[in-house]
């Protein structure tokens, strides 16, 4: 059985356009400062391809905090391990090792060994904040919402992250406090122009399923306005999905049929998940066209949902 928080996160893919926390940890012992890390030398084709200069700044205990965090963040738990374990050991940093390796284990996957390796550690609310998302994470993998909900809230208390926002969002939606987070997906929104789009329509989502689609229309009207919100057809499909909420089914029919143009296009079915949103587009638009009384539009969507999928199929099948 899917977790309800993994349904969740399942259910917004069609928003899902990342996250982004950065720590910076102050020195504490000079000495520790000016010790180089041994990283790979990088050729100067090699940054320009990244685009990321590794940071070799060490914190109290000796740990290149910043670039774990960097690693965890960019889904690289390999290479944060590798960092680890080259990383030459000092008195007193055992514990923050543990956190490190815990928060790579959960972006392994590996839940359980990662929650049985935070309950351990009595110190976790100390720890960086790309290791509590982690932690966080873990915990509501485990539908322990309450306790990730907690964490989220000693991130927020420091800083505002749109990552401990998304989580805290995820955990009231499975919670079943759906105006809640659509408030948290709401402000994630204004943390970041470049996820704007994708946390406008989570929040609009569950606006919606909370039957309140007039509300979850505004936030739509600021997607579109978004960076790449017009380019959307995840948007629009939104949109179209609380105008059937409201009975507004020329409205809808309209705002699928814009779903449906950008979902054929190549760039929107490589990027956004195209193909997936092309059959429900015929499905709902060809609801609406029932119940504006136009059978024959109706039955050509139908139709066009029949060959696509007989074509998926023969695809496969080829496969």
């Not at 969002?169 to 659509?182: I, T």
């Not at 919606?208 to 579109?224: F, H, M, Q, S, V």
């Not at 193909?275 to 119940?291: D, G, M, S, V």
Request: net charge positive; with cysteine; charged share 25%.
């Amino acid at each position: 059985m899917i977790p309800p928080f993994l349904l969740v996160r399942l259910m917004a893919t069609v928003a899902a356009v990342g996250f982004s926390a950065e720590l910076s940890l102050v020195l504490s012992r000079p000495a520790l400062a000016n010790k180089q890390l041994p990283f790979k030398k990088i050729t100067i084709s090699e940054q320009k391809a990244d685009q990321h200069n590794p940071s070799k700044v060490l914190n109290e205990h000796g740990l290149p905090a910043e670039e774990l965090s960097y690693l965890i963040d960019q889904r690289k738990p390999a290479e944060a391990r590798k960092l680890l374990a080259n990383t030459p050991k000092h008195a007193g940093d055992e514990e923050e090792r543990k956190l490190w390796l815990a928060a790579c284990l959960c972006r392994e996957q590996r839940y359980e060994e990662s929650l049985a390796q935070f309950e351990t550690i009595k110190s976790l609310q100390k720890a960086p904040t790309a290791v509590l998302l982690m932690a966080g994470s873990a915990y509501a993998e485990d539908q322990q919402y309450a306790k990730a909900i907690a964490i989220s809230n000693g991130i927020l208390a420091k800083e505002n992250n749109s990552r401990a926002y998304d989580l805290r969002a995820g955990c009231y939606a499975s919670s079943g406090n759906l105006v809640k987070a659509s408030h948290d997906y709401e402000i994630a929104s204004t943390l970041d122009s470049a996820t704007e789009t994708r946390f406008l329509l989570k929040a609009a989502m569950m606006l919606n399923k909370a039957d309140k689609a007039d509300k979850a229309l505004g936030l739509i009207e600021r997607a579109i306005k978004s960076p790449n919100g017009k380019r959307s057809a995840n948007v629009f499909l939104a949109q179209g999905d609380c105008y059937k909420k409201l009975s507004r089914w020329q409205d809808a029919a309209n705002s699928l049929t814009e779903a449906l143009k950008l979902s054929k296009s190549y760039r929107e079915n490589a990027e956004n998940g195209g193909n997936f949103l092309l059959p429900i587009c015929y499905k709902e638009r060809a609801i609406c066209y029932q119940k504006l009384g136009n059978k024959a539009l109706a039955q050509a969507d139908l139709d066009a949902l029949d060959k696509y999928s007989r074509g998926i199929a023969n695809e496969m099948g080829a496969n």
